[in-house]
């Protein structure tokens, strides 16, 4: 029988976490699921965790915290926990709200005056709460090339001030597409309504009240910190780990995807938004609760207000096939939907070499957190679907042909929808045959001579296309790890990035400047499906001299 959209959606938004019986899940199921994810793609090392009912968590732990190492993943094991930092940073904006110093529909220039976006009437109207949302009319991941690859040397008053060169693709609040650079903005807003450093208010106000004392933002030291898990990266057959080095920097995407935690303080984080009735363990310092240690640790209103749909997202048909989801929307750092006929509510995390799931079923008062160290999307994919099934099946009917008895029958399931989803997605030639992709060669060192020289982009900065030993190379003043030799490819001009997996190849497109002006040069990824972070897209550079 179908659901009417409203009846959904009304479940959704207005059940209390917990209205319905908590799920009944087998937790030799949760085992044989993590197991069979961790043989089928051989992972490095993962934690997972699920709590039901606020009953103690189950903790399934495997690996190490570096490939071939002796330390094995613990609770307290540190992973990065990119995208789900912001759902804290949303938090942190919620707590300064219940202290009464910014309300969401603030402009942003009230507590930033130097914001600027694209256009003048965006600057104007964009509200605080607008940060939070993916709706400012800016393509996926504009400008994201100011965070990442790490390490880099731009500053969060850097990344800001790009954002007025950043173009729009659709006009402001008319539709969803994910970006990291506004919630850099929104973590400076927090620290000029709260009057402290953005990770000065996100110890005080999130991780010290909810005692996710393990939980690092910001600089900090390594042996200092305990067991820190390395991101890995697939090469040539094996797991590369990619660890850090004595001191790990504040980098200006801290707000964006900064955050680092362990599976414990990281079920710290799911159980407090399973209960609304959480209290301000530390106290914190939002309003005349400061220091007292008694109220609410988030308000109802900030609670309803981070599970309320904003911002309406596509309903993929992966997740109406899958979950029989109706809608899909995001909150403030949540997304939101419903799957087999109760509300979901999650965010993933994806940096290179580690990722990241939270999910939350709160009218069945079960959430779980996945933390990998490795770049494991499918994994990932795989996993939190199983998860999900076991608690989602166990509370009701969820559709026939799943082998909903074993975990590890779900994970080889979800595997093999996905191996299909890819075949069918395939393009098929012709002629039957696969295509050749263009062999490359690199450009000698006098090729390529009247493009050669030094380039500038109004919001990435300088780069240098120049002779170096036998070659050409492109370099970024501001990210060193996007350098690496021209190449062509057929016709046409590309880069292969040093330090970058071959997702990260980027097309150079140069051509004579308008009017008898300087060259220009823009980029395109090679491969159109790879992670939107490489905005190369949105770069447009002018020659501004010779090579040096």
Known sequence: MSVPVAAVLTAAFFLAPGALPAAEVRPDAITAAVDDVVARYDLPGIAVGVVVDGAEPQLELRGNAVAGGGEAIAGDTLFKVASNSKAMTAAL?????????????????????AFRMHEDWVTREIQVRDLLVHNSGLGPGAGDLMLWPEPNSFTRDEVI??????????????????????????????????????EVLMRREVFGPLGMDGCRIGEWRVDEAGSVAAP???????????????????????AAGGVRCGLDDMLRWTRAW??????????????????????????????????????????AQRMRDWNRSHYSAYGHGWRLSDVDGTQKVAHTGTLSGMYSAVTLLPELGVGFVILINSDAGEARTVLEQALSKLVTCAASACGPGLPTASGGGLVDHYAELLAAERSAAAPVPADGAPPV?????????????????????????????????????????KSPRLAGPVLQAGKRLLV?????????????????????????????????????SYDYEDLAFERIGDCS
């Open 274 to 315: 399973l209960d609304p009735d959480t209290t301000d363990g530390a106290g914190g310092s939002a309003g005349s609760r400061s220091g007292q240690g008694q109220g609410p640790w988030l308000s109802s209103e900030q609670r309803a207000a981070a599970w309320t749909a904003h911002m309406p997202m596509p309903l």
């Open 232 to 254: 890995h990266v697939w090469r040539d057959g094996a797991w590369v780990a990619r660890p850090d080095g004595e001191v790990v920097a504040d980098m200006p995407m801290a």
């Open 93 to 113: 904006l919620a707590r300064l709200v219940d202290a009464g110093k910014l309300a969401w529909d603030d402009p942003v220039v009230k507590h930033l005056p």
């Open 161 to 198: 001030a790009g954002l007025a060169h950043l173009k729009p693709r659709w006009s402001f609040r008319s539709r969803y597409a994910y970006d990291n650079t506004l919630y850099i903005v929104a973590g400076e807003v927090a620290a000029a309504a709260g009057g402290a450093p953005y």
């Open 496 to 532: 292969d990035f040093d330090t970058l997996g071959p997702d990260a190849d980027a097309w150079l497109e140069f051509r004579a400047g308008d009017g008898g002006g300087p060259p220009r040069l823009s980029m395109a990824k090679v491969d159109p499906d790879a992670d939107f």
């Open 437 to 477: 992709p263009p062999v490359r060669q690199p450009v000698p060192a006098g090729g390529a001579a009247h493009w050669r020289g030094r380039y500038r982009d109004p919001w990435f900065g300088e780069a240098t296309v120049c002779g170096a030993g036998e070659g050409v190379r492109f370099e970024s003043l």
